[in-house]
């Protein structure tokens, strides 16, 4: 899972930026065992926008993406996490 999310570890959340780099570490590895084997990014969410990040920023050969639900605009989803955090909207 993405860090500070759900189950996992961590304090700060910052909407998939940060998980790009776990997805290049993932990817690194896999290109490392499987050298001959496309690798496709599938994302659903969260994990859609940091698979948007990772192939929009390394050069992979990616073979495909497979997105599912990722949000259409940071500043509104920054918006509801602020929300959902339930900092008043007039705190900045």
Same mark, same amino acid.
């Given at each position: 899972?993405? %860090?500070?999310?759900?189950?996992? #570890?961590?304090?700060?959340n910052d909407i998939g930026w940060s998980a790009r780099l776990d997805l290049e570490a993932a990817c690194d590895w896999t %290109? #490392?065992?499987? @050298?001959? *084997? @496309?690798?496709?990014?599938? +994302?659903?969410?969260? +994990?859609?926008?940091?698979?948007?990040?990772?192939?929009?920023?390394?050069?992979?050969?990616?073979? +495909?993406?497979?997105?599912?639900?990722?949000? *259409?605009?940071?500043?509104?989803?920054?918006?509801?996490? %602020?929300? #959902?955090?339930?900092? @008043?909207?007039?705190?900045?």
């Open positions: 899972t993405a %860090r500070a999310h759900g189950d996992s #570890e961590g304090n700060f %290109r #490392e065992k499987l @050298p001959d *084997q @496309p690798v496709v990014l599938m +994302g659903v969410s969260m +994990g859609a926008v940091a698979s948007i990040y990772a192939a929009s920023e390394f050069s992979y050969p990616w073979a +495909g993406l497979i997105l599912e639900c990722p949000y *259409q605009h940071l500043v509104d989803s920054a918006m509801w996490r %602020r929300g #959902e955090l339930f900092i @008043p909207w007039g705190v900045s």
